[in-house]
């Protein structure tokens, strides 16, 4: 699932990409991921717009046509977007004027596309918690210090911090030496504020390696990601842990598989 990092990379790919070329034509092979407004509209909207802007907020991605014109891309599971030649497997694809083509591709269908007036309006935006980036130390403490949930549960909850999923909550968790399983307001100020520093921290060296590859995510350009093999504890079950050799371990926390290091994670 792509998170904050990946998100970001695909922001910046898109602008250096697609800014000013215009739109001529819209091809929509899958109806399901475009959630507003009708398909007939949606295409009508587009063709003649050449983007302004490309934004991103936690892992909601935006491409601003005029200041009441934005299409709002949650990739959600398995959704990504590629920039180039004709790709049947696309679900929706735009074509420009000089003849390339962004393609929006999701084996799962499960992303959305929304062309609307206003983004920020959104619900899903407007209960958007902030970026770790934002946050002060002291922000951590208070986030934490009220809530019982597991620390690695809380992480992902996009209400209180918007921008973290299952790879990069795993990876803070080790760096800032913390249990996933502990209550959040089991962490002393120190370790709140520590693991505050890793998550800001893992986030920054995911958007300066393009991301992680676990999964169907690849950069504008089909490429994959340089953060996959940097990753500390996910998608590492058994091995030894990078600091202390102990196999990793993998249990199910709040229903996503979470990978840690039982001896330095208390
Ligand atoms: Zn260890």
Redesign the pocket.
Same mark, same amino acid.
């Given at each position: 699932m792509p998170e904050l990092p990946e998100v970001e990379t695909i922001k910046r790919d898109l602008t250096k990409t697609i800014l000013n070329k215009k739109i001529v034509a819209v091809c929509i092979r899958k109806p399901k991921v475009i959630k507003e407004p009708s398909i007939a509209k949606f295409k009508k909207s587009l063709i003649g717009e050449s983007a302004k802007e490309v934004i991103r907020q936690g892992k909601l991605l935006i491409i601003k046509f005029r200041p009441d014109k934005f299409l709002a891309v949650h990739l959600r599971i398995a959704g990504w977007l590629i920039y180039g030649h004709k790709e049947e497997r696309a679900r929706v694809s735009f074509q420009f004027s000089n003849g390339k083509f962004l393609h929006y591709m999701d084996q799962r269908l499960l992303g959305e596309l929304r062309l609307i007036k206003d983004w920020r309006s959104l619900n899903f935006v407007k209960n958007l918690g902030p970026e770790p980036f934002t946050l002060r130390p002291e922000q951590f403490v208070q986030i934490f210090k009220s809530r019982k949930t597991k620390i690695k549960a809380l992480l992902l909850d996009q209400t209180l911090i918007a921008g973290l999923g299952n790879i990069y909550a795993q990876e803070a968790l080790f760096l800032a030496k913390i249990d996933p399983r502990r209550p959040a307001n089991s962490l002393s100020s120190q370790e709140a504020k520590l693991l505050g520093l890793k998550l800001t921290a893992v986030l920054r060296e995911g958007i300066k390696y393009k991301g992680s590859s676990v999964d169907s995510y690849r950069d504008l350009n089909g490429d994959k990601g340089g953060m996959e093999e940097r990753l500390k504890v996910y998608g590492r079950k058994g091995q030894p =842990?990078l600091? =202390?050799?102990?196999p990793i371990t993998k249990i199910q926390l709040a229903g996503r598989g979470t990978s840690f =290091?039982s001896? =330095?994670q208390k």
């Open positions: =842990c600091i =202390c050799k102990t =290091c001896h =330095c």
